[in-house]
């Protein structure tokens, strides 16, 4: 059996899709970028990120991004009984690796310190381009308190 799970605590989904879905004692969370929860225009306002009107980027800070990607991604967990402690597998999928990769590995170790027992397992990509103008998104697998 399955529960999908939503919350107004995270970004709407870009798609038909829930935030996240409980199955057994396993949580799958969809694809969580850094959109700001609540923001109107279908929480399309992205942090240290601004566009002009032609839809091109004119202001982009890789690193609020990050910040507010985690921060969305705990919403969910704690929407869906879980917690950041529980996170079992994180993949990463950025839009520029060469650009990129090093910032989000420094914060990445203040969420998650070497000598923590509770790392997870991590897959990091670089893709093409995400369905809205961020920069990165997290698809994570967690484990749901009893």
């Known amino acids: 059996m399955s529960n999908s799970i939503s919350t107004s605590s995270a970004p709407k989904p870009v798609g038909s899709y829930p935030h996240a879905k409980r199955v057994g004692d396993l949580l799958f969370l969809s694809g969580v970028g850094p959109r700001i929860a609540g923001s109107g225009n279908g929480d399309c306002v992205v942090p240290g990120m601004e566009l002009n009107e032609n839809g091109e980027v004119v202001k982009f800070d890789f690193e ?3 910040h507010a990607v985690f921060a969305n ?9 879980s917690s ?7 993949t990463v999928f950025l ?14 170790a203040e969420y998650f310190p070497s000598d923590s027992e509770n790392r997870p397992c991590r897959t990091t990509v670089e893709i093409n381009c995400l369905p809205t103008p961020i920069a990165i998104e997290l698809k994570c697998i967690a484990t749901v308190n009893k």
Not at 73 to 81: D, E, N, Y
Not at 84 to 90: A, G, P, T
């Open 64 to 66: 609020a991004q990050v």
């Open 73 to 81: 991604v705990k919403a969910v967990l704690l929407a869906s009984g």
């Open 84 to 90: 950041w402690e529980e996170l079992v597998d994180v």
């Open 95 to 108: 839009v520029n690796m060469k650009r990129d990769f090093k910032l989000f590995n420094r914060i990445y």
